[in-house]
């Protein structure tokens, strides 16, 4: 009875973590991840939407992956600056992890230790970030350096889910 009784206390365990797992998908990778968050576009181009982030895991290495719903020819990439509540800047370098799949781009920016030090003392206010469009020739509409705040009915509490996905 007692065999029987752990065993379905293992399989309901297993279940439960297999569900509650969240994975982000960039080329032919995937990253366990948490769940997605938007963070509203500061812009007044029509063409530019929300952007939307989630918290990942490389193995040990841990990743920031945003995307927004775009055009299929464009890339966020280039450097990602974070702007946080306390006044400090966090600024994430273009490793080339992009992906755009179903007009949605996608990029991730790996973190340093002392970067994810700085997500959970201070919430994320705005990010900005570059959109490239390689193959716009003379029709370069969606270029440009944008930004989205943490705001409004949208607003998330950025030091918890970080503090929380990546505690060790």
Do not use: H, W
């Not at 009784?5 to 998908?25: D, E, K, P, R």
């Not at 509203?40 to 929300?50: A, G, P, R, T």
């Amino acid at each position: 009875m007692n065999k029987i009784l752990l065993s379905l206390i293992l399989t309901m365990n297993l279940i439960a973590n297999t569900n509650g797992q969240n994975l982000v998908f960039i080329g032919e990778n995937s990253f366990p991840s948490t769940e997605t968050f938007t963070l509203q576009s500061n812009s007044d181009n029509d063409y530019i939407n929300d952007l939307n982030i989630v918290f990942a895991k490389d193995g040990e290495k841990r990743l920031l992956v945003v995307s927004s719903k775009l055009v299929s020819t464009v890339r966020i990439s280039g450097k990602l600056i974070i702007y946080l509540n306390d006044g400090t800047v966090i600024t994430c370098i273009d490793k080339g992890i992009n992906d755009n799949v179903d007009d949605i781009a996608t990029s991730a920016y790996y973190l340093t230790n002392e970067e994810l030090v700085k997500l959970k003392e201070s919430n994320i206010n705005t990010i900005r970030y570059q959109i490239k469009c390689a193959e716009c020739l003379s029709n370069r509409i969606y270029e440009g350096n944008y930004s989205a705040s943490n705001k409004e009915s949208s607003k998330t509490d950025f030091t918890k889910i970080v503090a929380e996905f990546y505690k060790e």
